[in-house]
């Protein structure tokens, strides 16, 4: 496999050389030649890497550390009238996710990133997140923000960062690599005659050492100040002024 260039076929081959190869499975032969095979391990992996994938991004981003190549920021832009929006509680504000967003990872202030030439890149009081929830629309082909704060620049809408899945194989690093092909050897130990045992053994290492390897390689990539941002705002507020009257409903 070449390294900087890996396809899902690689990476496959890759899980499966961590079970000791496909075996009778796959008529005596270790690997598959290609992810589009008909054999029953392609399709088994080619079934189960975009879950592996999405699972190993998403896993990334709950602990702080998402892979640089799924991070995104987005302006929200207008907000949702109450006509718009399934029951939102006590959140004041409502807002569209991008079609592309498979987890949001945090709302911030805006000027945190956007501020520039100034002696002091993160200037005291912008270093601040905030509370949000994410809920599927009313349709439940599209997911939406709720949150209490107003946080992009013009003060009118939600600022966020947020991940996408990416299958472009060549932008893996190869901590990326190495928990996909972890998490695929976890879930194809059974296609391939490996006992439940083997199966636990595997999804044990790839908590206990692929993704902690992961975090700490895409750590020494961010400057850890940066993405340690205070949450100073309280969470869900009872009673709190909304620019959208039809939204923030005070109890």
């Not at 990872?105 to 100034?118: C, D, G, L, M």
């Not at 296609?191 to 999804?203: K, N, T, Y």
């Amino acid at each position: 496999m070449e390294c900087n260039m890996p396809t899902e076929t690689d990476i496959c081959n890759l899980a499966l050389g961590k079970l000791g190869g496909a075996g009778d499975a796959l008529d005596g032969n270790a690997f598959i030649n290609s992810i589009d095979d008909s054999n029953k391990v392609a399709s088994w992996c080619k079934l189960n890497f975009p879950r592996a994938r999405r699972r190993v991004i998403t896993d990334l981003a709950a602990v702080r550390c998402p892979f640089r190549a799924t991070i995104r920021f987005k302006d929200l832009g207008t907000e949702l009238s109450s006509s718009s929006v399934p029951e939102i509680g006590q959140w004041c504000h409502a807002f569209n996710l991008p079609g592309d967003c498979l987890q949001v990872t945090r709302q911030f202030i805006e000027s945190a990133i956007t501020i520039r030439n100034r002696p002091r890149p993160y200037q005291v009081g912008s270093q601040v997140e905030f509370q949000w929830e994410v809920v599927a629309n009313k349709s439940g082909n599209g997911k939406i923000l709720l949150t209490n704060t107003l946080s992009n620049v013009d003060q009118d809408s939600a600022f966020i960062e947020y991940i996408i899945d990416t299958p472009k194989t060549g932008s893996f690093t190869e901590d990326m690599i190495e928990c996909i092909a972890v998490l695929l050897a976890h879930l194809t130990a059974p296609i391939v005659g490996r006992d439940m045992e083997a199966a636990a053994f595997m999804l044990q290492q790839y908590k206990e050492v692929a993704v902690p390897n992961a975090q700490a390689a895409n750590q020494r990539g961010f400057n850890d100040v940066a993405r340690t941002i205070r949450d100073i705002s309280g969470g869900r507020s009872r009673v709190l002024p909304s620019r959208n009257p039809t939204l923030g409903v005070t109890i």
